[in-house]
């Protein structure tokens, strides 16, 4: 890999910190039913107060970067009010990672709105580009001799998708419009954001985490089956891209209008990379675009969704057109760590292909250093390389995660653990 690659992990404030008792999610949890363990956030994994010793077993084992982000509802608690400590709280948190030799990558959205925001309606209004912008400049102007990289937004198509389409994220909302709205009004803010970190600093490397999916045709011949796979692409991920590269909001984000604020903000674009999907044409689902994903008997996590390495190389390839690639996540839902360590090294396998191939890829960070609430499914679906015992807060390094530190130490596979690759691929 080339000199300098960041190998890490990444998390989000509601998934580990705890006590986030201030945002659209824990309003959310209170609710039988919206988590399908019945699990609450709660005290998470209780890293608010933990950092010190989460980071130091990271930098143990080996990795140099740590994606992490900010919760806005506790920056600012009520409109236009900064909390000075907690302000000072994540001064701490940056210079430990510092001090440890982990790089920051710091996300500004990610999934939670402050309650005060939620109430007036968040990201299905436009004010909402001026309310993030004011707390992004509050941000930037705190840490910003602390942190290079930046992510403005995580997963606008993700989080458009379960919170304003299919309902099965706050708010709750069953309207393909109002999705379409909400996608907007984040591609927006991040354009905003863009314009004022580099205002504050102008060497910072900002960029947003989009959710690249693949879609492939079920019937790889067919007519149909082909178009409706190019369609999905287009719309869930290359129209943010493009939008961000040209500042063009191609449908769904617009009819084509330019916004000067958006013409070339992406200083390099965050990956996250799951899975795929197979989809067939079929005219009974107008509302979905046509398709229907159908299911083939293949590898899959706990989640349900498949297992598939070689898209890593084909979104990377895909996003290098926009600029120099982070993989801000990838992993996988894995109750015992039976797939993981064959999930990693696949993984890497083609991320080391696609650097060989001569596409600009900066780094790895890994989905997630430690098990934590995954959103809707509570926390029984564990995506970490550290084992968190939710009853005690002790942490287990698993399997996974040495196997991860050999690959951060080596800087990628050695010849051993590209062996292990091939064997666990056979
Ligand atoms: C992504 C989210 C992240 C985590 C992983 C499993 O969509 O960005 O917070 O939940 O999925």
Known sequence: MPAGFLWGTATAAHQVEGGNENNDWWDWEQTTGHIKDGSRSGLACDHFRRYQDDFQLLADLGQNAHRLSIEWSRVEPHPGQFDAEALAHYRRVLETMRALGLEPVVTLHHFTNPRWLAQQGAWTRPEVVDAFGRFVERVVRAYRDLVRFWITVNEPNIYASLGFA????PPGARDMLLAFRVLRHMVLAHGRAYQVIHREQPEARVSLAHHLRVFDPDRPAHRLDIWTARARDALFNRSILVALRDGRLRPPLGWGERIPELVGSLDYVGVNYYSRDRLAFDPLSPHRLFAREVRRECPRNACGWEIYPEGLYRVVRQAAE???VLITENGTADQDDELRPAYLLSHVRQLGQAVQDGLPVLGYLHWSSMDNFEWAQGFRMRFGLVHVDFATQERRVKPSGEL???ICRAGGLT??????????SA
């Open 404 to 406: 991860y530190a050999r």
């Open 322 to 324: 926009f600029g120099p």
């Open 166 to 169: 299919t309902g099965e994220w």
């Open 415 to 424: 010849p051993d653990l590209l062996a292990l690759a091939e064997a666990r």
